[in-house]
């Protein structure tokens, strides 16, 4: 495909300010999807961090990373593991400190180049199980936040079925950017709507305990860790997967070196998130449909939107205007972003053909089935566990991984 811009051209600056702004526009809903998982009374000072954590990812991957205009965000499958472990009672100077662990180890792999083994592991079926559990385990806090008003849960259900339909067909008819601005569109109208239909806030949401930016005790947990690095799994899968799919389609030469590096900086990046209380970033697979509908691959584009981001960062009133997004807004929006998830993988059994007999489907659909039932079993189940394992088998998506990785490899391996 011939662009504009090729991936290493600078635009002029009206050019660049104007691209800019377009991703500006996608990384926003990124960062606000995320913060449902902020702590009581911290949420405005919590988006703060990820503005800035993320801002600062985008220029170092655009500039000696990756070196590809790839949209940086929290790590949904760090989310999963916050919420797993928090519905266990872990706290914060628990869980943060596992994916600073998480971080180290990515940093890690990245410096001696060892993913070029690792891969190796993960069949298409795997990766395809994986980016599908990921929207399955997300099922319950998404139920949670659609349904956090108990007013309006009728209106939250209605709005929720029309809501997701409405973005689906907007996705369809769309074209150029517009098609990739879907989501922030949804937000912004999903939220006047809902306010019409209820009441307009009296006031911005703002925090009512004093910040810190770093954690001022740390415990380390053994279950709560190994939970975490099997999240680190699926984050490197998806890291890989970003980079290579925008690479290929730019046709960026030396994927090997620029694979490494930008698995290196987000490693290093998900140790200063974890230090400092927020999931640590991944690159989204969002970019190649925004390159190929503005028809710009220059990654100095990505610029603009990353530093308007770490600015905004240090505007908290404008940060708490922003997060005036209802809750059942953010959980239909959710709900569409994992209904995606769930098309990319079957796009990848589809590609791959991954799945072609009974055995095949067996392999994708149990621990299909295992994450949906652990995500949603009752405490009272959970506290017959063992406390060491509790943070493994409670984490339903960390129990998908295991069993597909036996299921794959040892139960219904293939005889050779």
């Known amino acids: 495909m011939d662009f504009r811009f090729n991936v290493d051209d600078k635009p002029g600056l009206g050019a660049i300010l104007l691209y800019g702004l377009q991703w500006l526009m996608i990384c926003l809903p990124v960062v606000l999807t995320s913060t449902f998982i902020a702590p009581a009374g911290e949420v405005v000072f919590f988006t703060q961090k990820l503005f800035i954590i993320c801002g600062i990812t985008i220029i170092v991957q655009v500039l000696c990373g990756h ?23 872990h706290e914060a100077s628990t869980i ?66 029309v809501g997701v339909a409405l973005m689906a067909w907007a996705n369809k008819i769309l074209r150029g950017v517009w098609k990739s601005m879907v989501v922030i569109l949804a937000m912004i109208l999903g939220s006047l709507f809902y306010y019409c239909m209820t009441e307009f806030p009296k006031e911005f949401v703002g925090d009512t305990v004093a910040p810190q930016i770093f954690a001022t005790e740390f415990n380390l947990d053994a279950g709560v860790v190994i939970a975490f690095l099997f999240c680190y799994i699926a984050l490197l899968i998806n890291q890989v997967g970003s980079v290579q799919s925008l690479g290929e ?25 974890g230090a400092v209380g927020v999931p640590g970033p991944v690159d989204y697979s969002l970019s190649p449909g925004v390159v190929a509908s503005t028809s710009c691959a220059s990654r100095y584009t990505m610029i603009p939107a990353a530093v308007a981001m770490i ?54 659909g149990l621990p299909i089935m295992l994450t949906v039932i652990l995500s949603f079993a009752p405490a009272e189940a959970m506290a017959a566990v063992p406390s060491l394992l509790r943070p493994i088998v409670g984490n339903g998506f960390v129990m998908g991984i295991i069993v597909v990785l036996l299921l794959e490899h040892l139960v219904l391996r293939e005889k050779r």
Request: proline share 5%; glycine share 8%.
């Open 67 to 89: 070196r590809l205009p790839l949209v940086a965000g929290p790590a949904a499958v760090l989310l999963m593991g916050v919420i797993a472990a928090a519905s266990q009672g």
């Open 96 to 161: 943060y400190p596992s994916m600073v662990i998480g971080g180290a180890v990515v940093t890690l792999l990245a410096a001696v180049g060892a993913m070029k083994y690792i891969q190796k592991i993960f069949t298409p079926r795997i990766v395809a199980a994986i980016v599908i559990l990921i929207s399955f385990t997300m099922a319950k806090p998404i139920v949670g936040l659609i349904f956090a008003d108990k007013a309006h849960t009728g209106l939250a259900l209605v709005s929720a079925i």
């Open 249 to 273: 389609f730019v046709a960026a030469p030396d994927m090997n070196r620029r694979q490494n590096r930008g698995l290196l900086v987000t490693g290093i990046m998900n140790i200063v998130g």
């Open 311 to 364: 600015v905004l960062a240090f505007f908290p009133q404008a940060v708490s205007v922003l997060l005036t997004i209802p809750q059942p807004i953010m959980g239909i929006v959710l709900l569409y972003l994992m209904a995606t998830q769930v098309a990319a993988g079957l796009e990848i059994i589809h590609s791959t053909k991954a799945v072609l007999s009974f055995k095949d489907g067996l392999i994708l």
